[in-house]
């Protein structure tokens, strides 16, 4: 059974558009991530949320907002997409919200915007 | 910005070598860890070391942590072909705050 399945797997889309990438853990992990990685693949984290907070990058525009129906659940809502927002988008969860967990990653979403 | 640079940014060995991939970091850290990507495949967990722990093995892989030269390692002996893959080193520090290397691109020739 996969263990951080993420839906789709790839994503082609015209900017100006608003998509969802969805995440989902079976592993009754306290927290979930995500992550961008770009064409160069360095690797960086956007968010990081459990059922009590959510941890923003500052460096990630508001036109990203993660969701969260429930605790195995976090979806990644993308307003306006842009040019540069074309990347492989990670979803990750860990036992516990300190970083001191090792995380398990989805398989990735490739985003390409045209 | 990225905290961790890994070294060399590319290695290509035969099978049955070691290899042996670096770590530098900028600043203080609670843990740092070690994943492996293969290609178009997300990031898998190898090994969590501590900032008070030195040395930890698991099977073949042997990472080292030196908090002084703020620099890691990560040694795979008696490497397969199947260890193709980046490897990324990425640092934890204690505002919650985690960050990634540009990553260590592994060949391994049979």
């Known amino acids: 059974d996969t263990a951080v399945s993420q839906t789709p797997k790839y994503l082609v889309t015209q900017m100006g558009n608003d998509k969802s990438i969805k995440c989902e853990q079976n592993?009754?992990?306290?927290?979930m991530y995500w992550y961008k990685q770009d064409s160069k693949k360095f690797l960086k984290i956007m968010f990081s949320?459990?059922?009590?907070?959510?941890?923003i990058n500052e460096t990630v525009p508001n036109r990203f907002s993660p969701k969260s129906p429930d605790k195995a659940h976090l979806n990644l809502h993308i307003n306006s997409l842009e040019l540069g927002d074309s990347a492989v988008y990670f979803c990750?969860?860990?036992?516990?919200?300190?970083?001191?967990?090792?995380?398990?990653f989805g398989p990735g979403t490739r985003l390409t915007v045209t | 910005s990225q905290q961790g640079e890994e070294d060399p940014q590319a290695l290509s060995i035969q099978e049955g070598e070691n290899a042996t991939m670096n770590c530098s970091y900028k600043?203080?850290?609670?843990?740092l860890q070690w994943y492996r990507q293969n290609s178009g495949r997300g990031l898998v967990h190898l090994i969590l070391?501590?900032?008070?722990?030195r040395e930890k093995h698991s099977g073949r892989l042997r990472v080292t942590l030196d908090t002084s030269k703020k620099s890691s390692s990560l040694l795979i002996t008696a490497s397969r072909a199947a260890d193709t893959a980046s490897y990324f080193c990425?640092?934890?520090?204690?505002?919650?705050?985690?960050?990634f290397g540009a990553g260590t691109r592994l060949t391994v020739k049979p």
């Open positions: 990750a969860s860990s036992q516990r919200g300190s970083l001191t967990y090792e995380q398990y």
């Open positions: 592993l009754g992990h306290d927290t």
């Open positions: 949320y459990n059922n009590k907070e959510l941890i």
């Open positions: 600043t203080s850290i609670n843990n």
């Open positions: 070391i501590r900032s008070n722990e």
């Open positions: 990425a640092t934890a520090n204690n505002n919650n705050d985690m960050r």
